[in-house]
């Protein structure tokens, strides 16, 4: 059973547009979510992340949004750059608990 | 070095064969924690360790092993490998009470099992 889902595996999107990137997770208990963006032959780089206590937190051009009765958030990119193409996985968390649940990843393709 | 270092870089090996992947980090953090990537599969922990001294076992640890003798390592061993094992292998660190139980990943190390 996946506890959290990233049904687009791809997004193509133009530069200057905006790119929406979705997550749905099942588990209640998270309360701490997290996008990571991972570029081919090296390893992920954490971007953004987001408490359950709020609904939304923005840092330069990403804002992750958080829909609690939802059990959904999304990674919005205001303006889409070339260099943003790279896939990016959302993750979630819980508690004391160290570990991190991922999604399936969506790569994003930013065309000049 | 500063991060975490994972070598070797990539492998080829065949099945049967035992093989450590070695996992190094400089920052102090007390969690450690190994993944695979395969592809339309995301990131699947394997093992992870939350202290020196413990580890725990993840969503897919069949034919893996690791060990946490020190808070800087965090091996990897398959003890006879498989070509079900071929994958993209990333170790990640944590630390305790930081933001967001952000973990920090190694460059990876591509494995294929013939």
């Known amino acids: 059973d996946q506890q959290v889902k990233q049904n687009s595996p791809s997004l193509s999107v133009q530069e200057g547009r905006i790119s929406i990137l979705n997550c749905d997770y099942t588990n209640s208990m998270f309360d701490y979510f997290l996008w990571y963006k991972k570029y081919p032959a090296e390893g992920p780089t954490f971007l953004i992340s987001?408490?359950?206590?709020?609904d939304k937190n923005e840092d330069g051009r990403f804002t992750v949004f958080l829909n609690k009765s939802a059990k959904h958030l999304s990674l919005h990119i205001v303006p889409s750059q070339p260099g943003d193409s790279a896939v990016y996985f959302c993750?979630?968390?819980?508690?004391?608990?160290?570990?991190?649940?991922f999604g399936k990843g969506t790569l994003l393709t930013v065309n000049p | 070095i500063a991060g975490i270092t994972q070598a070797p870089t990539s492998q080829i090996l065949a099945a049967g064969r035992r093989m450590t992947l070695r996992c190094t980090q400089d920052m102090r953090h007390n969690a450690m924690y190994w993944y695979r990537q395969d592809l339309g599969l995301g990131l699947r922990l394997i093992h992870y360790?939350?202290?020196?001294?413990?580890?725990g076992k993840g969503e897919v640890p069949d034919g893996y092993s690791v060990s946490r003798a020190n808070t800087d390592d965090f091996p990897l061993t398959l003890a006879s490998a498989v070509p079900s094992q071929t994958s993209v292998y990333f170790c990640a660190s944590s630390q305790e009470g930081q933001k967001y139980n952000e973990q920090f990943f190694g460059p990876g190390t591509r494995l294929t099992v013939l």
């Open positions: 987001i408490s359950s206590i709020k």
């Open positions: 360790s939350n202290t020196a001294g413990t580890t």
């Open positions: 993750a979630a968390s819980w508690g004391s608990n160290y570990k991190l649940t």
